[in-house]
């Protein structure tokens, strides 16, 4: 069976086709290329600032939270799931240059008959934990409630939203207008253990769980966990893997915490660069859904993106490909595979955005270039072949 068919009878799509036709003809805002929506400032009425509001979540990721709770009764897998909401959030919105103060409303949807109000309280308490380590780090967000639901005849076990806004001038937007042949891209590592992070983080993110977890864990949990499972699923795409939750792993963590690896915000990386460097950054791109392909749709003219140096992959990425021989191609599209943020820069000040990184204990380099071309590209080039995504 083909890697493409089997996400489509997962449910899933790397590329979210269906998505993009729907709003295909809907306002992209003040700026079309930019990583996130943008309005004008319809609270403030001032033209020279801007109000941007984001949505997104920790997606099918709560599901293995689920699951590892149930095995191990460990309840710190809750926080992660609330810190994942909350990244998705964030780190697109870094991609506009927003560094805050933001706020936040958070959207839990629950099946109340498998998640207990411990559970809730965890999501809760985690969000606000996690808000005030990143006021450590200079980035300011206020928890403003939001809203919990009882909705077992929609959800299986639990999903896990929210939603970011700010106000912030639009001088110090950054829109991708900038890229220009010439530029070059710094890759972040989504992998490793950052200065403020807790414990080794396997890069994992939020996007790709639902290939991962079916990819990765034994068929047995099909069973022992039904509720985990969409029952419309035929039954050679659920579960096909050979690992358990607990096995361990090279990196130090079990299966199940390396999937579940709080995704990595770039927040207090990011402001620092653009503190020093704002002038010299032509654009962010997070490489959520669609990998490392994702640039291709923030592309402001034709340019090919040329990739050629990406970081090593991590153990969590190899063990995906290999558990379920998916081809690598569909790999660098579907998953970060390794670096999870990339910057668009001349190459002076891309050395000086390493050097901000690494002391923030996270991996970067130089991953690649952009040139001029007839159409817009993006081009990896990696020692399991090159692939072309137009």
Known sequence: MSDNNRYNQRGVSAQKEDVHKAIAKLDKGLYPNAFCK??????????????????????????????????????SVWKGISIDSIVMNIDDMLC???????????????????????????????????????AEYGIDVKLMGGETADVGDVVRT?????????????DKLVTTEKMIAGDVIVSLASYGQA??????????????LTSARHELLKKEYATKYPESVDPNLPSDVVYNGTYGLTDMTETGLDVGKMILSPTRTYAPVVLQILQKHFDKIHGIIHCSGGGQSKCLHYLPKPLRV??????????????????????????????NMGQRLEIFTD????????????????NAQISGYVENAEAKEVIVESAYGMFSYK
């Open 96 to 134: 506009v240059g927003a560094t805050g103060p933001f706020t936040y409303s958070s959207t839990i949807g629950r099946n109340k008959h498998l998640i207990p109000g411990e559970v809730i309280s965890e999501l809760i308490n985690g969000t606000q934990s996690y808000f005030d380590r990143l």
């Open 347 to 362: 190459k002076e000040t891309a050395a000086a955005i390493i050097e901000i990184s690494e002391k923030f204990n996270i």
């Open 306 to 335: 040329v990739k050629n140096n990406l970081l090593p992959i991590p153990p969590l990425f190899t063990m995906i490909q290999q558990s379920a021989g998916t081809d690598w191609r569909e790999m660098y599209q579907v998953f």
């Open 195 to 208: 200065s403020y992070e807790d414990e080794y983080n396997s890069g994992m993110g939020s996007n790709g």
């Open 38 to 75: 943008i309005y004008p400032d319809y609270w403030g009425g001032d033209d020279a600032y801007c109000n941007l509001m984001h949505a997104d979540g920790a997606g099918t990721k709560s599901i293995l939270a689920y699951m590892y709770w149930k095995e191990t009764g460990d309840m």
């Open 158 to 170: 639990v999903i896990v939203d929210g939603t970011m806004s700010c106000r912030m001038r639009r």
